[in-house]
């Protein structure tokens, strides 16, 4: 966090933040930069200082419909956003199960974001997240004893599903924010939840002294710099000995292997989040075959000298009703219209039967995790992925790229 006099945040420092981030396009209204607003001091600021940074932003409100006032809390900060001369859009999240509420809330919320700003044509979202989150994010992390991956904290940058995550405010002192928007007589709303000292985050904010606070900067410096070797290590190994292929699964030569390609490569395929934990991934190199973290693991046989990666047909997710554009399984998102109704997706298995694999070049067990649209328990529509010629079109959908996390020095 910065050390400097507390002052709002300018003009220019923020078109500065703004070109760190990259080259950006026209400011055009059919390509508008998404802001995500929850109506909070951080998120104002943000939508404040990109509508004078460019005419062409939209942002989008979530209403969690978890706490009564909050559909009025969202339409305020609808009317305030339209106020300030920003077009806001509100988003109102379907009842979600119980559990993990925290999770669950953050999960969907994004969903409905990266929604939205699809449909709007926003390859960018912008979120609010400061140096205060970040300070915050690294002690905890360092608490649990994370690795330089997990000390580097919160991302500048990042590819999230469909879009692009940008956070400009992560070197920003929050009380600049705050002073941004009384600056400019602009009003927020408070959420209790900020104050609420049951939460872990919350304890910090209020606790950590300057020192620690000061402490936590340099370990995260140190972890970014490490990280970022790293991750050009990663993407140089990636690029000499492993292949991806379109159905899901990947090669990994014998003389590639190594704990950080083999993370990476089993996050990619399993087409979740997080990478697995470290332990278990030692576990799994040493004794060179196996399931972890919902992939396979095997000798490569006829693909070469070295191991593949494949779904492990045990971990699918249930099947799912067949809509354009939902996800199955986290790896597969249906793009074919016209449907049938009571249409399922649900993995290929013993379909496979009816496939020349040889001649398609695909592991069996990577085939019997490929995507189909079945109804009434028969297969109606094989997938149209790589080389195989189906009739559904489905596409990758991995939330998370193999590498490229630290792409930006901050
Ligand atoms: N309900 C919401 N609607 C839209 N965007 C949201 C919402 N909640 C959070 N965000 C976005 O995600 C960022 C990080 O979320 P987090 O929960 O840390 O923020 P917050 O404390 O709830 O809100 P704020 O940052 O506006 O004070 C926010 O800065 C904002 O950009």
Redesign the pocket.
Known sequence: METGPDLPVGECEFHDLMSDLGAWPPDIPDAPVAL????????MA?AFLARRWRRNVVA???D?ALRPESAIEARLTVERLAAMDVPARLLTLAPFPKGRLQERARQA?FEALEAACVEAGCLDLL???HAG?QDETVWMRSLRASGPLGLSGIQRSAVRGRIRLLRPLLTLAPSRLRLTLQAAGLPWIE?PS?VNRRFERVRWRQDLTLQQRRDVQTLNLTAREESQSREAELAENLASHAVWHPEGWAFLEQAGMNEETLSALIRLVSGKAYRPAREAMRLLLDKGCGTLSGVQLQPAGRFGNGVILVREERALAAPIAARKGCVWDGRWRLLTHDIPADSVIGPLGDAVHGLDLRRLGIPSAAARCLPAVWQEGRLILWPRIGYMSGEADFVWASAVPVTGENQLTT
């Open positions: 995500a607003v929850s109506g909070g001091a951080d998120s943000l989008f409100v979530v969690h919320r979120v609010a997240h989150d959420d900020n």
